[in-house]
T-cell receptor
Framework: NAGVTQTPKFRVLKTGQSMTLLCAQD?????MYWYRQDPGMGLRLIHY???????AKGEVPDGYNVSRLKKQNFLLGLESAAPSQTSVYFC?????????????FGDGTRLSIL | KNEVEQSPQNLTAQEGEFITINCSYS?????LHWLQQHPGGGIVSLFM???GKKKHGRLIATINIQEKHSSLHITASHPRDSAVYIC??????????????????FGKGTHLIIQP
């Protein structure tokens, strides 16, 4: 079982470029999340999805867009990358069931914006 | 605003020592999670607590709901326990959350190094 897979693992972008981060899970989870992790700060939620075709904003959504066209995939897009978006990005997923089901995390994508 | 504070921020100990990491939060919660982030970056869920105590191998997690405090203990620590340990809470009221269907608010993590 692969669990939660994030691609790419590393990327360097120039300011203004666009890119898409892919998250794929093979556990048939309904809920999926995108977080960013910055030095000296806790994980912060960017966007999330409670099911195929639905997305919602989290705590820090500005500058990002997401799509959930298939249940197993959750895409995070940067339309015009900015240095402030340099971060490590984590995807997570969980079953819908009880709200305190554990989240399963990917290994992260380290993104640098020059 | 819900604050999640962890202490210490950094901890270096010798192999075999008993380790305690603390987590305090400011609002009523329905659950608290302990997570482990390995040096390679991956994050795994260790425990979910809503009351009392849980044990898994050498790891023990306790929570005191009245005092809004949780501890993660590691017995007979080993260099492979070196990691960042993260506390996250789910408030009762979504207005205190970090957003999202879970409403989890994360602490900044405790960086643990166990020296052989």
């Amino acid at each position: 079982n692969a669990g939660v897979t994030q691609t790419p693992k590393f990327r360097v972008l120039k300011t203004g470029q666009s890119m898409t981060l892919l998250c794929a899970q093979d556990m048939n989870h309904e809920y999926m999340y995108w977080y960013r992790q910055d030095p000296g700060m806790g994980l912060r939620l960017i966007h999330y999805s409670v099911g195929e075709g639905t997305t919602a904003k989290g705590e820090v959504p500005d500058g990002y867009n997401v799509s959930r066209l298939k249940k197993q995939n959750f895409l995070l897009g940067l339309e015009s990358a900015a240095p402030s978006q340099t971060s490590v990005y984590f995807c997570a997923s969980r079953f819908r069931g009880r709200p305190d089901q554990p989240q399963h995390f990917g290994d992260g994508t380290r993104l640098s914006i020059l | 605003k819900n604050e999640v504070e962890q202490s210490p921020q950094n901890l270096t100990a010798q192999e075999g020592e008993f380790i305690t990491i603390n987590c305090s939060y400011s609002v009523g919660i329905s659950a608290l999670h302990w997570l482990q982030q390995h040096p390679g970056g991956g994050i795994v869920s260790l425990f979910m607590l809503s009351s009392g105590k849980k044990k898994h191998g050498r790891l023990i997690a306790t929570i005191n709901i009245q005092e809004k405090h949780s501890s993660l203990h590691i017995t007979a620590s080993h260099p492979r326990d070196s990691a960042v340990y993260i506390c996250a809470v789910r408030p009762f009221l979504i207005m205190y959350s970090g957003g999202g269907a879970d409403g989890l608010t994360f602490g900044k993590g405790t960086h643990l190094i166990i020296q052989p």
